[in-house]
């Protein structure tokens, strides 16, 4: 399928981005809702994992959650459990999916200001407790970047970025 194969050839780019040291945190984005940015993190992340690597998506996406319906797992502990300090250890709220080597990290309830929690030395550490953890990569889908200042606060942290851009609508 050509968007299948896309999806692949995104995943081969990202990985040859930085000769000899490619990019293990990646958040995706998009200027605005609705232009694709989740559809391609869990794209991504699936690609990732399909060629051998152990994978975690995480919903970074405080404001409007849904990966935790596209996988059909609880919701009710997640990333701002985590961050509200609620739980000592990030790798006990991470799901496994039906993909092997794919895990997720859903949003957890919708907080009261979540850029206040992203903005922090918990969210700042998350990422590397990750990776210290096992995963090979980490995939954030994030809120579009014309909305609100998490994206910034989460680029922060990761060594990619990747926009989406919808075509005919994206300004």
């Known amino acids: 399928a050509p968007a ?11 990985l040859l981005s930085n000769a000899g040291h490619p ?3 990646i958040m995706v984005t998009s200027a605005l809702p609705e232009d694709g940015k ?4 869990i794209n ?3 690609v990732l994992a399909q060629s051998g690597r152990k994978v975690l998506l995480v919903d970074a996406d405080l404001r ?3 990966l ?4 059909g797992v609880d919701s009710a502990r997640g990333l701002s459990v985590y961050l509200s300090g609620l739980e000592a250890d990030p790798l006990a709220l991470a799901q496994r999916t039906a993909i092997e080597g794919l895990d997720v990290l859903v949003s957890g309830p919708v907080p009261p200001d979540p850029s206040e929690l992203l903005d922090s030395t918990t969210f ?17 889908d994030s809120p579009p970047a014309l909305a609100v200042a998490d994206p910034v606060i989460v680029s922060s942290v990761v060594e990619a970025t990747i926009v989406v851009a919808r075509e005919g609508r994206t300004p």
């Open 4 to 14: 299948s194969e896309a999806y692949r050839e995104l995943r081969t780019a990202i």
């Open 23 to 25: 990019p293990r945190q």
């Open 38 to 41: 989740s559809s391609t993190a």
């Open 44 to 46: 991504l992340a699936v």
């Open 64 to 66: 409007r959650p849904r």
């Open 68 to 71: 935790h319906k596209v996988f």
């Open 124 to 140: 700042a550490s998350l990422g590397p407790r990750f990776l210290a953890g096992g995963y090979d990569h980490i995939v954030y």
